[in-house]
T-cell receptor, first 120, second 110 residues
């Protein structure tokens, strides 16, 4: 498999503050990473696709000015939740895309351990 | 709307039995399919990937794909209590994005 880390694993913050979450691919380079959000007893919902060296692509309904994504290197993507509110409390999970080489259909996403955000 | 459907369960099997998990998808052009296991409070962990029709075996796990019928399944042989988790079916619908099913909760009783 492949190793993807996330930091922090858990964060509690006050309403109105900003929180930065880091996602790192430790043993492979990832030009593409994905950010998901998961509410209790629900499946993963894709928020955005993070591309190294270019702007992120956001899914419909996700506010790009609230969820800032930066993918400055081939091993690091960051998600900043700006002006967080209690409704932003969720489990945020990143994944890194490991390329199989040539055949796009066999590229595989490996997930980080997730960050549990609680906004008071 | 590209959809991936799974029975939410729970699917209860005794230890040592075969657990069969099923998934259907709506986008006929989907090319790659994945099974992830997610323990409560944890992130998904890749179990199997499958791209061609037929069976793919890896240890106690066998993935089955039938593109004509648009379904993919996961068999777990000799189920163990540690296999108790939610199993997510994911389909690559293009541009390397995955669409996830809601997951099937598996309970393996000792």
């Amino acid at each position: 498999g492949a190793v993807v880390s996330q930091h922090p694993s858990r964060v509690i913050c006050k309403s109105g503050t900003s929180v930065k979450i880091e996602c790192r691919s430790l043993d492979f380079q990832a030009t593409t990473m994905f950010w998901y959000r998961q509410f209790p007893k629900q499946s993963l919902m894709l928020m955005a696709t993070s591309n190294e060296g270019s702007k992120a692509t956001y899914e419909q309904g996700v506010e790009k000015d609230k969820f800032l994504i930066n993918h400055a290197s081939l091993t690091l993507s960051t998600l900043t939740v700006t002006s967080a509110h209690p409704e932003d409390s969720s489990f945020y999970i990143c994944s890194a895309l490991r390329l199989a080489g040539g055949d796009l259909t066999t590229d595989t996403q490996y997930f980080g351990p997730g960050t549990r955000l609680t906004v008071l | 709307q590209k959809e991936v459907e799974q029975n939410s369960g729970p699917l209860s099997v005794p230890e040592g039995a075969i657990a069969s998990l099923n998934c259907t998808y709506s986008d006929r052009v989907s090319q790659s399919f994945f099974w992830y296991r997610q323990y409560s409070g944890k992130s998904p962990e890749l179990i199997m990937s499958i791209y061609s029709n037929g069976d793919k075996e890896d240890g106690r796990f066998t993935a089955q794909l039938n593109k004509a019928s648009q379904y993919v399944s996961l068999l777990i042989r000799d189920s163990q209590p540690s296999d108790s988790a939610t199993y997510l079916c994911a389909v690559n619908t293009g541009f390397q994005k995955l669409v996830f099913g809601t997951g099937t909760r598996l309970l393996v009783s000792p």
